[in-house]
């Protein structure tokens, strides 16, 4: 922001006006004062369960945390020995990472494009009708698209996969062996794209729906067509926008928990073989899996790969508000 | 007490397999309230709250709490008086059973197989519905020594078998299961040379598939050509399943084979009258071996007339015909022979208050 064209200065009330300026303040009377007193409530609230559950994780997590790596070898199902805490959570935090950027990678484009057809290329009426179904897809309970990645896609990815994997092996992300029954984290992937694609097409949409007219008219009384009417108007508008609904469908991805319980085969390890089984596990998936049985030191551990996710997501979402704070300037959105 | 008893009588009115407990169970028949609380072994969780839903739509005013704490802390709190009842994976040792005796007074203690839960090795194989195999094969696969279905260990077993050269896929449980413990106390118990892990409720080796729960790894299974997994017997949809070699024979998993494993197991001798315990036999012919057994363990006598009432009702309506089998339906248990169940019963039935 710049001081020059500030407004002129308030001039400082008279004092032999007081009468009107009680009476600024009095509009504020009644409802009004009590309303303004449950917003403010309502957004300390928020404040306050951050807080709280911040405090939670880091005061439950703290004995696991400086417990001994031979203390938790014991108490800990599945925790290797001889390793540190660091080195525990460290596959988790990886496997969690892996399957929430390769959502993002699959759905990303896939949302753009849909946004884009939405705000600029379907009739009106048939976009109305997409946008519907679209939101329709993020009302999906996740624990139904856990069903339909176990029941539908994983037997119909399995032979896409072998193929990828018998023709393509030399890609990293494609190595390693196949798994028949394709509970792997491509398939997980591909879910968890599913899931925040109404996310990220619903934001990406509302900031393509806002570029300016007479900047899109100009492209075009330029002589663009509408591909570059797009490129040169739409996109760079609604970049941050993007960004931002990118973060937010990450969010969701790193979060999810019943799709990947239900779906993935889980093994800990660091590993970029996406279509081999045993070899990822997320950090919520891995919490909801081993909780029932867990109990004392256990129960911390867990907590902690919790602290650990909450901290990742925190990370994210610092992140994407930078990178939307950087952006703003030149998108044309102020 | 005449509301007592019309209530009584319409919960009688509403489910008539009510006369099935009261005849094995409880003389007075209706009139039972209060609050009966004990726990044990987490493997019965899920048979006792079809066990307390039975019992409890038949005595409206009667809870019963389980607590799942485990079989050890099961027995510990049966035998310091805080458990009225409790289940267990393992029978009382002989220390044990002294100390109950000790705290259960001059009736002594009763106890029975209750639960009898059968797991069942089922694979996905396309054409083939059965195959043989023995114990030392079944370890071998799911430690990843035998690799293809056309494995000569596997061929020997099935000779008329068309079997395919696919790699075999092992499906185990991702979560901490007792399905997983009981499947590998039975190969540790049969073949302790192959399978030298010590059983619990993680799957020991690595790098092998999994799903979470019985469906999962059903689902699992029926997803991927050339599958194999255990999962409860009850469960396993239209996966082909394997004829588990017992002495010279090979045997199918049904309920009663799996029951007749106690039948034929001998019982540990030298208790008193009450005390059905059983040493566990893997290899009589003609039974399905891979089973998890487990006990229900009350006292003859109680202190407390109602307490004593409450037991008494409850471990029949267990005993009774409709409480096996609606812990086969939810638990996908194998119900008692009814023999040994009615013999059971008599104990029950001997609990006195004094």
């Known amino acids: ?206 900031v393509f729906l806002q570029t300016p007219r007479l900047h899109e008219e100009a492209a075009l009384a330029l002589g663009a067509t509408r591909w570059e009417m797009v490129r040169t108007a739409v996109l760079p508008f609604g970049r941050s926008g993007v960004i931002s609904a990118a973060m937010l469908g990450l969010g969701r991805a790193l979060g999810e928990t019943m799709a990947v319980l239900m779906i993935l085969s889980p093994g800990f390890l660091y590993s970029f073989k996406v279509f081999q089984a045993a070899q990822h596990q997320t950090i919520a998936a891995y919490i909801a899996l081993d909780f029932p049985e867990a109990s004392g030191l256990a129960v911390n551990a867990l907590i902690a790969t919790g602290l650990a996710l909450f901290v990742i997501t925190l990370a994210v979402n610092m992140a994407a508000r930078a990178v939307v704070a950087r952006r703003k300037d030149f998108s044309g959105a102020n | 007490m005449v509301g007592a008893l019309a209530l009584s009588l319409a919960a009688c009115g509403q489910n008539p397999g009510a006369d099935a407990a009261a005849d094995g169970a409880s003389a007075s028949a209706g009139d039972l309230s209060g609050e009966l609380s004990g726990g044990g072994a987490s493997s019965q969780e899920s048979a006792m709250e079809a066990w307390r839903a039975g019992f409890q739509g038949q005595y409206p005013d009667v809870t019963v709490n389980y607590d799942p704490v485990g079989s050890g802390g099961g027995r510990e709190n049966f035998i310091s008086g805080a458990f009225p009842f409790a289940g267990s994976d393992a029978a009382l040792d002989d220390d044990e059973l002294a100390d109950a005796e000790a705290q259960c007074g001059e ?160 019982r540990v001798e030298g208790t008193s009258e009450h005390v059905f315990a059983y040493d566990l036999a893997r290899d009589i012919e003609g039974t399905y071996p891979i089973v998890l057994v487990s006990y229900h363990l009350a006292c003859a006598t109680y202190e407390d007339a109602e307490q004593a009432e409450l037991v008494k009702g409850f471990l029949g309506y267990v005993l009774s015909e409709e409480g096996q089998k609606a812990a086969a339906d939810s638990a996908g248990s194998a119900p008692l022979p009814t023999a040994l169940a009615e013999e059971f019963a008599g104990a029950v039935d001997a609990i006195t208050a004094g």
């Open chain 2, 107 to 266: 009736g002594g203690v009763i106890e029975y197989p209750a639960y009898i839960s059968p797991v069942a090795v089922a694979f996905n194989l396309e054409g083939i519905d059965s195959l043989n195999m023995t114990p030392e094969t079944i370890a071998g696969i799911f430690k990843g020594d035998i690799t293809t279905w056309d494995d000569a260990a596997i061929a020997d077993d099935n000779p008329d078998a068309d079997l395919p050269s696919t790699d075999i896929t092992v499906v185990h449980r991702s979560d901490d299961s007792g399905t997983t413990e009981n499947f590998q106390e039975y190969l540790s118990t049969v073949v302790p040379d192959v399978w030298t892990y010590e059983p619990e409720g993680i799957w020991p080796v690595d790098g092998q598939e999994s799903a979470q729960g019985t469906s999962g790894v059903v689902s699992a299974a029926q997803a991927g050509e050339g599958t194999i997994t255990y999962a409860d017997a009850s469960q396993i949809a239209d996966l082909g399943t394997v004829a588990v070699g017992v002495g010279e024979e090979f045997v199918e998993y049904s309920p009663e084979a799996a029951a007749a494993v106690i039948e034929g197991s001998p």
């Open chain 1, 1 to 206: 922001m710049t001081t020059t064209d500030s407004p002129p200065a308030v001039p400082a009330p008279a004092p032999a006006r007081p009468r009107r300026r009680r009476s600024t303040g009095d509009t504020e009377r009644g409802f009004s004062r009590t309303f303004r007193w449950i917003t403010t409530g309502a957004g300390a609230l928020i404040l306050a369960t951050l807080a709280a559950v911040a405090l939670f994780l880091v005061a439950r997590a703290f004995p696991a945390v400086t417990a001994s790596p031979t203390e938790l070898a014991d108490a800990v199902p599945r925790y290797p020995d001889d390793t540190s805490f660091i080195a525990y959570v460290g596959p988790l935090v990886f496997g969690t990472l892996l399957a929430a950027v390769l959502a993002l990678l699959l759905a990303t484009p896939v949302a753009m494009g849909i946004a884009l057809f939405i705000s600029h290329y379907a009739p009106r009426r048939l976009a109305q009708v997409l946008g519907y179904l679209v939101d329709l897809l993020a009302a999906i309970p996740s624990v139904v698209y856990g069903l339909w990645g176990i029941a539908v896609l994983a037997p119909a990815a399995a032979p896409v996969w072998g193929w990828l994997n018998d023709y393509l092996g030399w890609f990293p992300l494609f190595a390693g062996e196949a798994s028949p029954t394709a509970r792997t984290l491509a398939t997980v992937a591909v879910v968890l794209a599913v899931m925040i694609l109404p996310i990220i097409t619903a934001v990406s949409r509302e």
